[in-house]
């Protein structure tokens, strides 16, 4: 005969953890525990994210900027290139007619 015997299965404390549920109580208390510890931290490390994020976004604004000023020139030497091989175009044109009517 053999005995049937039940295996113990190990069940993970975080699955223990959540059959049971969160209790919003305990979570509180840990939030309040942690700001009351690290709070001038928190504050600092907020700081921090906004003034890096200004920096950045002045720093983008600036080379966007620069781009805006560089395009604007680049657009104004394509059209004076344009301008100048059409006036040489037309003065290419009439040479060619006085030399033709001669």
């Known amino acids: 005969m053999t ?7 190990r069940v ?5 953890r959540r059959a ?3 209790s919003l109580v305990a979570v509180d208390k840990r939030v309040k525990a942690f700001v009351q510890r690290y709070g001038r931290l928190v504050t600092l490390l907020g700081a921090f994210i906004v003034f890096g ?7 983008l604004r600036d080379r966007a900027k ?6 604007r020139a680049a657009e ?3 059209e004076r290139r344009a301008q100048y091989d059409s006036l040489m175009a037309t003065m290419f044109v009439i040479e060619e007619r006085k030399a033709g009517d001669k």
């Not at 005995?3 to 299965?9: D, L, M």
């Open 12 to 16: 993970p404390i975080w699955a223990k």
């Open 76 to 78: 104004g030497a394509y």
């Open 53 to 59: 994020t200004f920096v950045v976004k002045e720093a």
């Open 20 to 22: 049971r549920g969160f």
């Open 66 to 71: 620069d781009l805006l000023t560089d395009i």
């Open 3 to 9: 005995s049937k015997t039940k295996e113990r299965v």
